[in-house]
C-alpha cells in the first residue's frame, strides 16, 4: 500500500501490510509497521475502530473493488477467503465460548 | 481510521474516512492517480506500476489534507488476512456490543463473497460467448474460403481451351 498526503510533500510512503503486525485494545484494532523507503525508516500505527471495519467492508463489498479483484485473482481469492471465513467463525465460536465460560464462572 | 506515523512528528494521528461516501474509489494507475492531485510532483516520485485501487479524498478535522491511498492485489489480500486474523477474533470476541457487531461484519462478508461470485460467473458466461462467437466465425471463415476455391476451379476450368467446350 502506498500513501500520499498533503503534508509529505514529495514522500510517497509505502507500507507492507503483509510485515505488519496487530494488537487489540478493548474498542480499537490497531495495525503496526514499520515503512522504509529512501530517507524514511519510520513507526506507522492505524488504528480502527468499529465504524472504520464496517466502513472497510463495504469499500471491499464496492462493484469497482470487486471486478478488479475478478480481473486479478479470478476464482483463487474467493477459495481462499471462503476457507478463511470457515477457520474464522469456527475460532470465533472457540473464543466465544471461553469468554462465555469465563463469565459463568465469574 | 487514525493513522499515525514518526513522520507526523508533534502532530496528532491523521483521521481518514473508511468509508464509502468519504473516499472517492478508481482503479487506475499511480501516475494518473496522482498527477489529478499532484501534477508537478508525479515526476519526482518513485511509483508503482500497473493498475492500482485508488483510494482518496480529505482527512477530518483538526489537520485537514489531502491524500491518495493506492493499493494493490497483494495489499487487498493482506487487509483480507488481518481482518481474518486470530486477534481479529479476540476483538471481536471482548467488544462490548460483540453479537450486533459480528453479525454486520459477517452480513458484510456475504455481500462481498455473494458479489465475487456473480462478477466471477458473468465474465466466465461472456468470456465464453465470446469465445462461441470466435469458433462461429473462424467456422464460416473456412466455408467461405472453400467457396471460393470451389469457384476460382470452376472458372479456371472453364477457360482452359483444352477443355471440350459446349
Redesign the interface.
Known sequence: MWLWSKGLGRLLLPMELGKASVHVEPEKLIIKGRIVAPKVNWDYAASMYEEDLKGFMGILSDPVVIHYLVRKEGIRLLVGLMGSAVRFFLLYLKEGSKEWIIGRKA | ????????GR?S??SI????E??N???QD?RTA?SR??PS?VA?????EG???V?SGE?RPP?V??????????????????????????????????KK??L??GF??G???T???G??IA?KLKLGFKEIRVRQGRNEGVDLKEKEIETQEKVEISADPSFPQR
Open positions: 481510521m487514525d493513522y499515525w506515523s514518526q513522520g507526523l502532530r494521528a491523521l474516512g473508511c468509508t464509502r468519504e473516499a474509489l478508481t482503479i499511480a496522482l492531485v499532484v510532483l519526482r516520485l518513485d511509483l508503482p493498475e492500482k485501487l483510494l482527512t489537520i489534507w489531502r491524500y491518495v491511498t493506492l493499493l494493490g492485489v497483494e495489499d487487498l489480500r493482506s487487509i483480507l488476512r488481518l481482518a481474518m486474523s486470530p486477534e481479529a477474533v479476540t476483538f471481536l470476541t471482548r467488544f462490548p456490543g460483540r457487531l459480528f454486520k461484519l458484510l462478508m455481500i462481498f463473497l458479489r465475487y461470485l462478477v466471477w465474465q
